[in-house]
């Protein structure tokens, strides 16, 4: 049975505040799961589909990329936003050809990314031509044709630009990018751009993998665990279960922020005894960092350790790891001693104890894990943040032993796998040399675009085609109006997708949309289940499998689709096998075998009950394949980020209801905010000194080299814990106010978390 949205969109005006919570998830949470599932997709279908997530036999969660326990799983192996993530995708609403054609793109564009998500899964190709106004069916032979005309037509291979989401499957990514490089082009940008490519380009120079060092089991063994920039609560939340799984063994847990998140403070497990009655406080100790201030606190920690070192020599620096594995200690060491920690107090808003006290834990430290998000990687100095903390790291010898490492917590559920199996725009000659010799190939050697660059090349009008393998481009982008702009150059924009969004209402001379299979959706070929593979943000790889009715006869696989598409594309004698992988993905696994790293045997591997690990040279054998077979100590230049007078640095975070761009409801419970979401959080002395009060509304105003006004208007002031000079705000909302230029150094990375902003007291249209 088939059911319709809702037709109200958000009402601002109904907003409300009220305090924080002090825990997170309990019963309340099992509660809104529930009642969001129910009203999503009924009761026998979230009994049978909730049932599944994150199981052997199941599917994996579309939430984010938290590993499975590698033993016992619990009945109920998901969280909160789990739940909201399967009932998104698994909803019994559609939107359908009569949607379409009651509704304009004109009309589509003036609602809210919330609205048109709530509106349910598509069911049908649609196209939208040149001078339309209402996006038309199309049928999936006529939706091809139209895009081998364009890319057949384009001067260069080039000017088509390929996106990827984060929830495509590893077989899914594997095709896609073999179908772009036999097409001709690196121009494969994905999410990983936006978040943890500071990471991918710290641990790569660090320790010569781009990865994460820590399993799950590694939690259980460690004795402290730093979590830096980072809110599991809401973004990560079957993390708390690990987090308070290692506290029950001992290990202290530091949570270094600048918003006191509720999830670090106290968690409530819904599956345990004490988590219904009385729940644990997570954190051991909060720093409330100032933003940009984690490289200051982390170069102020190791100046504190090796005064520690002389105070008890031998006792600190683990000098039997760092002679027989690292280089450029010494130049560490020379610069790190010289550190003024007046100024690490100044960076970080933090107290001289506060810090010192970090250190001693630290030296004591026989096993530390050191976490970290979005917080340290959307900075200016992103990259060299993350090398500063793995430099404590290798001081103490903690890579490649049990209980410690480096964990950075990826979001989405299969980013990881994605940039294994080839989405990046840079890949080494290595992979393309192993590509080219299974299938017959000559992968081009240049490099593509990555998410900023192909921005740019669209607005330059270098890149004409754009191809969105699922996600939300626009919603998910920094200076909105300015890449807005440049998809409606295009001349063709093509979105794979399973629910509507902003993407689609912002489109080329030419649109399409292709309707496709989630996660939750059964994939039959041939009348054979067919079965896809992600990796987790810990290297392990695992099956998933779809077991639900797919709400329309239209849907395709992206495997499908991509397969089909190449068929289109480069006609039967093409040397890839482009209909054999179509219709058995073992065919691509095998195929996958033989090209990436570390996937021979995959089909018998990832059969096993846990699926298999990827090989982690650092972590398997501390061996470091960087540029000099060692772990290199980084050295850099301290950065932070002072606040100019009259105005506030602001990041962009997400609400507890809320999953990337994905807005499931108005209901941020754990900061307190009801009904609505443009609010900006402040500082109590900031809205005094500022002449603003509580509940005013203001517009937000970036500051930025170019001397652009970007501006968003009429959010309500909250008072809210968050370090004076420091402001938040949900994005995408916000999204209109990060430059396009304003990026990490080395990455290229949005800078979402360090954005100078003034504050304007809002007019009303009708006053102005």
């Given amino acids: ?240 279960s690990a987090l308070a799984g290692a506290k029950a063994k001992g290990a202290r847990i530091i949570a270094v922020n600048p918003l006191p998140e509720t999830g670090l403070l106290g968690f409530r497990d819904p599956q345990t005894v004490k988590g219904v009655t009385t729940g644990v406080a997570i954190a051991d100790d909060f720093l409330q960092i100032r933003l940009g201030g984690d490289m200051a606190l982390f170069q102020g920690l190791g100046r504190l350790l090796f005064e520690a070192e002389d105070r008890a020599p031998g006792t600190v620096v683990d000098r039997a790891f760092v002679d027989a594995h690292c280089a450029g200690f010494a130049e560490y060491e020379k ?28 030296a004591e430290s026989k096993s530390t894990i050191i976490c970290w998000a979005m917080g340290l990687t959307q900075q200016r100095h992103g990259v060299a943040t993350i090398e500063e903390a793995t430099n404590l790291l290798l001081l103490r010898g903690m890579i490649g032993k049990p209980g410690a490492g480096v964990c950075p917590v990826r979001g989405h559920s299969n980013v990881q796998g994605d940039r294994t199996m080839g989405i990046w725009e840079k890949m080494p000659n290595s992979f393309l040399d192993a590509l080219d010799r299974e299938f017959g190939i000559t992968s081009p050697r240049t490099h593509g675009y990555d998410t900023v660059n192909a921005i740019r090349a669209m607005r330059e009008g270098k890149a004409t085609i754009f191809f969105g393998m699922g996600g939300n481009f626009v919603s998910a982008t920094p200076d909105t109006e300015v890449t807005e702009a440049a998809l409606r150059g295009c001349a063709l924009t093509v979105q794979v997708s399973t629910k509507l969004n902003r993407s689609h209402v912002v489109h080329g001379r030419t649109a399409l949309i292709l309707p496709t299979l989630g996660r939750t959706d059964e994939d039959l070929r041939g009348g054979v289940k067919q079965q896809v593979s992600v ?60 090209v990436v790293p570390g996937c021979a045997d995959y089909n018998k591997r990832v059969r096993a009950r846990n699926g298999f690990v990827l090989p982690h040279p650092p972590r398997d054998s501390r061996e470091f394949r960087t540029t000099t077979g060692k772990a290199n100590f980084a050295v850099n230049e301290l950065s932070w980020v002072p606040v100019p007078p009259g105005r506030l640095i602001l990041q962009t975070v997400r609400s507890h209801d809320q999953y990337n761009t994905t807005i499931y409801g108005l209901d941020d419970r754990y900061r307190g905010v009801h009904g609505g979401r443009r609010v900006v959080l402040m500082n109590a002395a900031d809205i005094a000194e500022f002449g603003f009060a509580d509940g005013d509304l203001v517009d937000l105003i970036s500051e930025w080299t170019d001397g652009v006004e970007r501006r968003v208007e009429g959010f309500r002031i909250v008072s809210y814990a968050t370090p004076p000079g420091n402001a938040a705000a949900y994005y995408p909302e916000t999204n209109p106010l990060v430059p396009l230029d304003h990026v990490a150094a080395r990455s290229n990375t949005p800078v979402s978390k360090a954005v100078t902003i003034r504050l304007e007291p809002h007019v009303h249209v009708g006053a102005r």
């Fill in 1 to 240: 049975m088939h059911r319709h949205g809702p037709t109200q969109d958000i009402d601002e005006s109904a907003l409300t505040v009220t305090p924080p919570k002090k825990q997170a998830a309990g019963v309340t949470a099992v509660a809104v799961s529930l009642k969001r599932s129910v009203e999503e997709m009924g009761v026998v279908r979230t009994a049978r589909t909730l049932a599944r997530v994150n199981q052997v036999h199941g599917f994996d969660c579309p939430g984010c990329a938290w590993p499975e326990p590698s033993g016992h799983r619990r009945p109920a192996e998901f969280c909160e936003n789990g739940a909201k993530a399967v009932a998104e995708e698994a909803t019994l609403r559609t939107v359908t050809p009569e949607f379409f054609a009651a509704h304009s793109v004109e009309e589509l564009a003036g609602k809210s990314g919330y609205w048109l998500g709530q509106q349910g899964r598509l069911t049908h190709p649609m196209v939208l031509r040149p001078g339309a106004t209402h996006y038309a069916p199309i049928d999936w032979d006529d939706a091809y044709r139209l895009i081998v005309d364009e890319l057949r037509g384009s001067a260069s291979a080039d000017e088509a630009v390929f996106y990827t989401s984060g929830r495509t499957a590893n077989e899914t990514a594997f095709l896609y990018q073999l179908l772009v490089r036999s097409y001709g082009t690196n121009n494969l940008p994905d999410c990983s751009n936006m978040c943890h490519e500071s990471s991918g380009a710290a641990l790569t120079s660090s320790i010569g993998i781009g990865k994460g060092s820590v399993s799950i089991d590694d939690f259980d063994a460690a004795d402290l665990i730093i979590v830096a920039g980072q809110n599991p609560g809401t973004n990560h939340p079957r993390m708390l």
């Fill in 335 to 362: 610069q790190t001693r010289a550190v003024d920690l007046g100024i690490v107090e100044a960076a970080t808003g933090l107290t001289r104890a506060e810090i010192e006290r970090t250190a001693r834990l630290l």
């Fill in 535 to 594: 990796e987790d943000s810990m290297s392990m790889v695992h099956l998933s499998t779809g077991r639900l009715k797919p709400v329309s006869d239209h849907l395709r696989s992206e495997i499908a689709i991509v397969c089909e598409l190449a068929l289109n594309l480069f006609g039967p004698d093409h040397p890839v096998p482009w209909a054999r992988y179509r219709d058995d993905y073992d065919k691509i696994r095998d195929a996958i075998a033989q």
